[in-house]
């Protein structure tokens, strides 16, 4: 059986500190250590059939990159120039962003929707939506009505929920992700 593939953006470490506690939710049984996207190539994440992407907030809601919304490092802007355009029907992909609703309350973890409409666009089957509710926010681009197009962590202001979140989102994305891998195994 092939195994669930975890691959995050990260400028002060803490998307990596979320993806890390998932794979520990999961097990390294059916998930592989979180890699950044700075660190790897293209055809290291296209071998996963099942994902788990994750992203911090940086900018007006643009991909994180060192151009665009002024990262320090390379993130997911630069991964997704040597990316290309690949056809991903057949994958299966998990969104997981980080925002302060407090401090940017008008754009919310708008990171989140601008990398989740990327894969879109690849064709992949996108999972993992998770309720607004618990949250204070004026907008977000990665709420389409009640709900976020993935789990979103607010490690400043909700910091005391970010472990039942994870482990409630992780057990809802857990059984989908699995099906994808038994499905191709």
């Given at each position: 059986?092939?195994?669930?593939?975890?691959?995050?953006?990260?400028?002060?470490?803490?998307?990596?500190?979320?993806?890390?506690?998932?794979?520990?939710?999961?097990?390294?049984?059916?998930?592989?250590?979180?890699?950044?996207?700075?660190?790897?190539?293209?055809?290291?994440?296209?071998?996963?059939?099942?994902?788990?992407?994750?992203?911090?907030?940086?900018?007006?809601?643009?991909?994180?990159?060192?151009?665009?919304?002024?990262?320090?490092?390379?993130?997911?802007?630069?991964?997704?120039?040597?990316?290309?355009?690949?056809?991903?029907?057949?994958?299966?992909?998990?969104?997981?962003?980080?925002?302060?609703?407090?401090?940017?309350?008008e754009?919310?973890?708008?990171?989140?929707?601008?990398?989740?409409?990327?894969?879109?666009?690849?064709?992949?089957?996108?999972?993992?939506?998770?309720?607004?509710?618990?949250?204070?926010f004026?907008?977000?681009?990665?709420?389409?009505?009640?709900?976020?197009?993935g789990?979103?962590?607010?490690?400043?202001?909700?910091?005391?929920?970010?472990?039942?979140?994870?482990?409630?989102?992780?057990?809802?994305?857990?059984?989908?992700?699995?099906?994808?891998?038994?499905s191709?195994?």
């Open positions: 059986m092939s195994k669930i593939g975890i691959f995050f953006g990260t400028e002060t470490g803490t998307t990596r500190l979320i993806a890390k506690k998932i794979y520990k939710l999961l097990g390294d049984e059916i998930a592989d250590k979180p890699l950044n996207v700075n660190r790897i190539t293209p055809a290291e994440m296209l071998n996963y059939d099942a994902l788990i992407l994750g992203t911090p907030s940086y900018g007006e809601g643009d991909i994180p990159s060192s151009g665009i919304s002024g990262c320090f490092e390379p993130n997911w802007g630069e991964f997704l120039a040597l990316l290309g355009k690949p056809d991903m029907s057949g994958k299966r992909i998990a969104f997981f962003g980080l925002g302060a609703q407090e401090r940017y309350s754009r919310f973890a708008s990171s989140l929707m601008a990398l989740y409409t990327t894969f879109a666009m690849f064709g992949a089957e996108l999972i993992g939506e998770w309720s607004t509710e618990g949250y204070t004026d907008y977000s681009a990665s709420a389409i009505g009640d709900r976020f197009v789990l979103v962590i607010d490690q400043r202001t909700q910091g005391m929920l970010t472990d039942e979140r994870l482990k409630t989102w992780v057990e809802q994305i857990k059984p989908q992700l699995v099906d994808k891998l038994a191709v195994a």
